[in-house]
């Protein structure tokens, strides 16, 4: 770095020790001064004419320090405290909504409870009227089935009968031809 920058007395010269402190008010010509060296900075506080990158007075660092740190304890402090209060006042709220989802919860959990149990009795009904319906299909088939029993014999009667009645008919012609 020192072959790309070669030191100068100008260097040197505004160079201060950090255990110096600014003065209390300073001359019209050290304004001037400061007023010339802040406008040959650019916007991000670097040099742009003689100073290397990067390179400022450490009476404008500690100024700059100074005025931040001035400005800091004020405002930290408040917001700090706003802050807290900010955080208190959201944790209230998500306290309350936790509540209130828990309580909505358990009413759902309850509905539910019914809903299940109504079902559950529904189900049952269903599968009683589901075995009462195959048991009355059942029966229906049994009666259907008796029923037609019950015309195979009314047939078979009267096939009987018939029967008796030419048995009897054909004993009396044997009968007549035996004598």
Same mark, same amino acid.
Do not use: C, F, W
């Given at each position: 770095?020192?072959? $790309?920058?070669?030191?100068?007395?100008?260097? #040197?010269?505004?160079?201060? &020790? %950090?255990?110096?402190?600014?003065?209390?008010?300073?001359?019209?010509? +050290?304004?001037?001064?400061? *007023?010339?060296?802040?406008?040959? $900075?650019?916007?991000?506080?670097?040099?742009?004419?003689?100073?290397?990158?990067?390179? #400022?007075? &450490? $009476?404008?660092?500690?100024?700059?320090?100074?005025?931040?740190?001035?400005?800091?304890?004020?405002?930290?402090?408040? +917001? $700090?405290?706003?802050?807290?209060?900010?955080?208190? *006042?959201?944790? +209230?709220? %998500?306290?309350?909504? %936790?509540?209130?989802?828990?309580?909505?919860? !358990?009413?759902?959990?309850?509905? %539910?409870?019914?809903?299940?149990?109504? *079902?559950?009795?529904?189900?049952? /009904?269903?599968?009683?009227?589901? &075995?009462?319906?195959?048991?009355?299909?059942?029966?229906? /088939?049994? !009666?259907? +089935?008796?029923?037609?029993?019950?015309?195979?014999?009314?047939?078979?009667?009267?096939?009987?009968?018939?029967?008796?009645?030419?048995?009897?008919?054909?004993?009396?012609?044997?009968?007549?031809?035996?004598?």
């Amino acid at each position: 770095m020192s072959s $790309y920058y070669p030191r100068t007395k100008d260097l #040197t010269r505004t160079r201060k &020790s %950090l255990t110096e402190s600014p003065p209390s008010s300073p001359s019209p010509t +050290d304004k001037n001064y400061r *007023h010339e060296r802040l406008s040959r $900075y650019d916007s991000s506080g670097e040099g742009a004419t003689d100073r290397p990158l990067g390179r #400022t007075s &450490s $009476y404008t660092r500690r100024e700059t320090r100074l005025a931040s740190l001035s400005k800091e304890p004020d405002s930290t402090a408040k +917001d $700090y405290k706003k802050m807290y209060a900010e955080a208190l *006042h959201e944790n +209230d709220r %998500l306290k309350s909504r %936790l509540n209130d989802s828990k309580q909505e919860l !358990v009413k759902i959990r309850s509905q %539910l409870e019914k809903v299940t149990q109504r *079902h559950e009795r529904i189900s049952e /009904k269903s599968s009683a009227l589901e &075995s009462e319906k195959r048991e009355k299909q059942a029966l229906e /088939k049994r !009666v259907s +089935d008796m029923e037609g029993e019950i015309k195979i014999l009314t047939e078979l009667k009267s096939d009987n009968q018939r029967l008796k009645d030419e048995n009897g008919a054909l004993i009396r012609v044997i009968s007549k031809l035996s004598k």
